[in-house]
């Protein structure tokens, strides 16, 4: 048996802009769905949603039945947590609130086995097919993917270091961080926080390094387009959920005939 092969690296590497959701609800039927629904990648979140190992294990499996592929952020820069979450098959690897060269560097050393890194080695995993990949060792690195989270202005002015420390094959911008950083909290759309964001994405696309970003309304995903981000989140299963909920509700909300039987499901 081969190694599966990493398609959201490979896209990515080449410019071909990905098209992706975040997974908030910890659910493998809302995963299936929104996998089949034809994103390019998925992120399966697991800072500020309730995904411990065990739900990201299913999503990963149900995820890995479509072409859909599977990104997990993690809850933070921790070598055993990479350990376990590429031992269970993740191939694409979110780290949050990446600060330094140095923080960026220990992200990937995670990912390495030894010599190259400090992954510990196990014999037999969901990664190695259990076994059926008998050149597993050698290879793992071609097909994992570091993505690290830029956050902060301390951060941002360290964009370009981090992007280029070996391993790094992507830079991801948080929004809704970087409207904290730049002391307009909340307000997306500030033009300081898209200065921010537009100074990021260029610097890190003048280096040739993709670069991505979570864009849940579309005026943001026009700039992210034009600013030539590679690959974009369009919001979350638990956005979408809610605010066709709430869009529903206020469409029929006073009607004095009875509504016809809702259709959404």
């Not at 830029?150 to 070996?166: G, K």
């Not at 066709?244 to 909300?253: D, E, I, N, P, V």
């Amino acid at each position: 048996m081969d190694l599966p092969v990493n398609r959201f690296k490979h896209a990515i590497l080449k410019g071909e802009r990905q098209w992706g959701a975040w997974q908030m609800l910890a659910s493998t039927v809302a995963t299936e769905a929104m996998a089949f629904a034809g994103y390019d990648f998925l992120v399966l979140d697991m800072e500020h949603a309730p995904s411990d190992l065990p739900e990201i294990l299913a999503q990963l499996q149900v995820v890995g039945q479509t072409p859909t592929q599977s990104v997990v952020r993690m809850p933070w820069n921790d070598m055993v947590m990479v350990k376990r979450l590429l031992d269970i098959g993740a191939q694409t690897l979110m780290f949050p609130f990446v600060q330094t060269v140095e923080e960026a560097k220990a992200a990937v050393a995670a990912t390495r086995y030894p010599p190259k890194g400090v992954r510990g080695v196990a014999a037999m995993h969901r990664a190695n097919r259990y076994g059926s990949i008998p050149d597993y060792l050698a290879r793992a690195d071609e097909e994992l993917c570091v993505i690290v989270q830029i956050e902060t202005l301390e951060a941002l002015d360290r964009i370009e270091a981090i992007a280029a420390v070996d391993g790094v094959d992507g830079v991801f911008i948080g929004p809704a961080d970087m409207s904290a950083a730049v002391g307009r909290l909340g307000q997306i759309m500030h033009p300081d926080n898209l200065a921010a964001i537009e100074r990021g994405a260029k610097a890190v696309r003048a280096m040739g390094k993709p670069v991505g970003i979570i864009a849940a309304m579309d005026a943001l995903v026009d700039h992210c387009v034009a600013w030539d981000f590679t690959f974009i989140a369009l919001g979350s299963d638990l956005a979408f959920m809610v605010n066709k909920a709430k869009a529903t509700l206020a469409q029929h909300r006073g009607k004095t005939q009875p509504a016809a039987p809702a259709s959404n499901y």
